[in-house]
């Protein structure tokens, strides 16, 4: 089992950054990668982006360029600096952790206003 907190959600103008966190706990040796993954009121839920263990990242490409994902092994932690926001990035973000499946955070919520 792996369990996954979310932090760094908020409120931000257009043109702002945030940074999200998630920290992962319980069988992480099992992990081989994390990402984030939102989801837009009204939308399914899409990738965003992802860091596998050996550290290659990929990403959607509509947060190429703005949006960074990075990890702390030693915190068993991963970040997405999300900078240059656009009202259309609001949602709700969750962090994933892939092991067999797909572990899921519960969620933490990015507004940005225009």
């Known amino acids: 089992q792996v369990q996954l907190v979310e932090s760094g959600g908020g409120l931000v103008q257009a043109g702002g950054s945030l940074k999200l966190s998630c920290a992962a706990s319980?069988?992480?040796?099992?992990?081989?990668?994390m990402g984030w993954y939102r989801q837009a009121p009204g939308k399914q839920r899409e990738f965003v982006a992802q860091i596998t263990r050996g550290g290659t990242t990929n990403y959607a490409e509509f947060v190429k360029g703005r949006f960074t994902i990075s990890r702390d092994n030693a915190k068993n932690t991963i970040n997405l600096q999300m900078n240059s926001l656009k009202p259309e990035d609001t949602a709700v973000y969750y962090c994933?952790?892939?092991?067999?499946?797909?572990?899921w955070g519960q969620g933490t919520q990015v507004t940005v206003s225009s």
């Open positions: 994933t952790a892939r092991v067999v499946g797909l572990y």
């Open positions: 319980g069988s992480i040796g099992s992990i081989n990668g």
